[in-house]
C-alpha cells in the first residue's frame, strides 16, 4: 500500500475475470501461503499444490483450465517467469483468453511494465465491452481499475480519469476507485472533485488510510486541526507502520500540550478547548483523561449524541470509571 499513491487489488481480483473454477485456486493459496512461509522448506501446501497442478498439465497439455490454475498459482507463490510461460500458451491456443491476458497485464502492473500492462488492459477491455451486458459486468470494472493504474503511473492522469469513471459506473461502491481517482483529479489540478471522491471513498471506506490521511491534510490547510487529526489517527491505526500519517499526527502534538490548553479554555471558550481535547484524544487515544475531557466538552457544548460516545469510549477503556458509567446511564435516558 502507498500513502498519497495507489493500493494494487490482489491478484484473484484481475483473475475473477474467468469465473469460479480459475478464482478458487487463490483463496485457497492464500492461507496456504502463510503455512508456506512458515516452513523452513522441504514439502509444502502450495508445493505440492503447484506440483500437482503441473503432473496434470503434462498429462493433458490442452486443458486450459488447469494451466490457468497453475499459472495463477505460481504467480501468487511469487514464481512469475513460470506464470508468465503458462499464459502465454494458453493465448497460443485461445488469442482472447480473457483470464490469460489478465493475468499477463496483472504480472506486468507489478512489475511497473506500465506499458506492456496498458496494452493487455486495453486489448481485455476491447474485449470485454464486445459482450452483452458488459455494464454490469465485475470483470470489465476490474479491468477499467487496471487501466486507469497503469495511466496514473505513466502520469497520464487525464487519459486515467475516463476508465475510473466507467469503472464507477459498473460499482458505484468502489471505495479503491474513488480513491485514484481523486489522485487523479488531484493532479490534473481540480481540487473541488479531489475532495468529493475523497470523501466519497470514506463514505464507502471509512478507515481506508489513504484517503484519511490525505484528506486530513485538506482539513489541516482549511484549520479544521481536530477532525484532522483524527483522519490521521484513522490512518495510522489502519496502515500501522507508514510514516507520513504518523509524522502529520505527531506535528499537532505533544498531548500533554493539548490537554494543558483544553482545560485552561474548559470555561472561557469551551468550543476551542473540545478542539484541542480532540487533537489529545487523537494522539494518545488510550488516554482516558483525554476521552473523558472530550465527552465533558461535547456535553458543555450541547452536542449529546457525541457526548454519550465519548463516555462511552470511557467506559471501553476504563469500566470502572463512575463518572463515565453515570454519564452514559444519564445520557442515554436523555436520548
Known amino acids: 500500500m502507498e500513502l498519497l ?66 499459472a495463477q498459482a505460481l504467480s501468487i507463490a511469487g514464481r512469475e517467469d513460470e506464470a508468465v510461460t503458462h499464459y502465454r500458451a494458453v493465448l497460443q491456443e485461445d488469442p482472447e483468453n480473457v483470464t490469460a491476458l489478465s493475468g499477463l497485464g496483472f504480472i506486468a502492473s507489478t512489475r511497473k511494465q506500465w506499458e506492456t500492462a496498458e496494452g493487455y488492459w486495453q486489448r481485455i477491455i476491447t474485449l470485454l465491452e464486445q459482450t452483452e451486458g458488459s455494464g454490469q459486468n465485475q470483470a470489465l470494472e476490474t479491468a477499467y481499475f487496471y487501466m486507469g493504474d497503469v495511466l496514473l503511473e505513466q502520469k497520464r492522469y487525464a487519459e486515467a480519469i475516463p476508465y475510473y469513471r466507467a469503472a464507477l459506473r459498473i460499482k458505484r461502491s468502489s471505495a ?61 491505526d489502519a496502515a500501522p507502520g507508514i ?64 457526548a454519550l460516545q465519548m463516555w462511552k469510549r470511557v467506559v471501553a477503556l476504563d469500566g470502572q470509571n463512575a463518572e463515565a458509567n453515570e454519564a452514559v446511564r444519564r445520557l442515554s435516558g436523555a436520548k
Open 243 to 306: 510514516e507520513a500519517p504518523v509524522e502529520a499526527l505527531e506535528a499537532l502534538g505533544p498531548a500533554e500540550d493539548r490537554i494543558a490548553a483544553a482545560q485552561r479554555l474548559r470555561e472561557t471558550d469551551p468550543k476551542a478547548a473540545l478542539v484541542e481535547a480532540r487533537i489529545a484524544a487523537a494522539l494518545e487515544p488510550s488516554d482516558v483523561a483525554a476521552w473523558a475531557l472530550c465527552a465533558g466538552l461535547y456535553e458543555k457544548t450541547g452536542d449529546v449524541e457525541r
Open 5 to 70: 499513491g495507489r493500493r494494487i487489488r490482489p491478484l484473484d481480483a484481475a483473475l475473477w475475470i474467468v469465473g469460479a473454477l480459475v478464482a478458487v485456486v487463490a483463496v485457497w493459496l492464500g492461507a496456504a501461503l502463510v503455512t508456506d512461509r512458515l516452513s523452513a522448506g522441504g514439502d509444502s501446501p502450495v508445493t505440492r499444490e503447484i506440483a500437482a497442478l503441473e503432473d496434470l498439465v503434462r498429462k493433458e497439455p490442452a486443458n486450459d483450465v488447469a494451466r490457468l490454475q497453475l
Open 176 to 236: 479503491d476507485v474513488h480513491y485514484h481517482l481523486a489522485v487523479a483529479y488531484r493532479e490534473t489540478g481540480s481540487p473541488t472533485k479531489y475532495r468529493e471522491e475523497l470523501e466519497a471513498a470514506l463514505a464507502f471506506d471509512p478507515v481506508m488510510p489513504e484517503a484519511n490521511y490525505d484528506y486530513g491534510n485538506i482539513l489541516l490547510a482549511e484549520g479544521d486541526r481536530a477532525t484532522a487529526a483524527e483522519h490521521f489517527r484513522a490512518s495510522v
